[in-house]
């Protein structure tokens, strides 16, 4: 087991963590992994569900019984694909730490999972919840925006920001893609012109490609006058990108694409999922 690729997938039983789920499986599917369905005791998110049931009497098992009927139809559809394996653990507590700290225990390499209604999408571009996730997580983070269904990726989008990190990112991405035999596209977008830009990502390159041995990538320079972060929408847009990943180590640029101001701007992130890298 220890060399088994492990996947947290929090669910609240609510539509886009459904949708999560699905990407969880057939990323799973893929990399013969092992699955766990995590649920944190929430009563507010129960009450939505389930809204006669005012104290909480059945919630255990209203819980319970959900979990094993997606462990079922996951297990049905994913174990015959090649996933490894499908759990299901619901605990008590806060929901953004009681998760990562499940995750640390299970010791996931990645963790799935929705983000929230479309209200305060638009306003934060994640969920609140999911934004705690991704700032506060130590592993990698596969969010899934609403109304986003699995596909097969034909193209990841890797945002670059030249630091020494991206070499082993890359390759991260490499190592995902082939599984889909997807297109790589390593892009970093400039707010300038300038000769140094172009300097900048001729090194990158050279540094970059000698660690690849993937054919579908290709690396691209695209200069915007405005935001960055719509530069980037701009490209994904353009290019037609089914993931969108990025490295949190940039801290900098990671805030520049995800800053509040930005958002009401970004719609069409709300229809990419988001791959944050956390480590190697």
């Known amino acids: 087991m220890e060399n088994t690729f492990k996947i947290l997938c929090p669910t609240d039983f609510s539509e886009c963590s459904l949708n999560a ?3 969880a499986t057939r990323l799973g599917e893929k990399l ?23 104290d909480g009497a059945n919630q255990v098992d209203f819980v319970r019984e959900k979990l094993t009927n997606l462990q079922k139809a996951v297990t049905y559809e994913g174990i015959p694909n090649g996933l490894g394996g ?38 934060q571009i994640l969920g609140s919840r999911a934004s705690r996730m991704v700032e506060q997580s130590d592993r990698d983070i596969l969010i899934v925006p609403r109304k986003v269904f699995f596909k097969p990726p ?16 890359v390759q991260k991405v490499v190592e995902m893609a082939s599984l889909f035999d997807s297109e790589i596209d390593i892009v970093h977008v400039s707010s300038s012109q300038k000769a140094i830009d172009k300097s900048l990502h001729h090194a990158m390159v050279e540094e970059i490609q000698p660690f690849i041995r993937y054919e579908k990538i290709n690396f691209v320079l695209k200069s915007y006058r405005d935001d960055l972060a719509l530069g980037l929408e701009n490209y994904l847009l353009v290019a037609k990108g089914d993931i969108l990943v ?35």
């Open 32 to 54: 013969n992994a092992q699955l766990v369905l995590f649920h944190v005791l929430n009563r507010e998110d129960y009450l939505k569900l389930s809204p006669m049931d005012q």
């Open 246 to 280: 990025t490295l949190s180590k940039k801290k900098s640029f990671f805030e520049q694409i995800f800053s509040k101001n930005l958002s009401k701007k970004m719609s069409y992130f709300l229809n990419k999922p988001l791959w944050v890298i956390k480590g190697f």
């Open 86 to 123: 499908c759990e299901v653990v619901f605990r008590e507590g806060k929901i953004v730490a009681t998760t990562l700290e499940y995750a640390k225990e299970f010791k996931a390499d990645m963790i799935v999972c929705g983000t929230e209604g479309v209200n305060e999408l638009r306003s």
């Open 154 to 169: 034909r193209k990841f989008v890797y945002a670059s920001d030249y630091i020494e990190e991206d070499k082993l990112a």
């Open 21 to 23: 789920i699905e990407f």
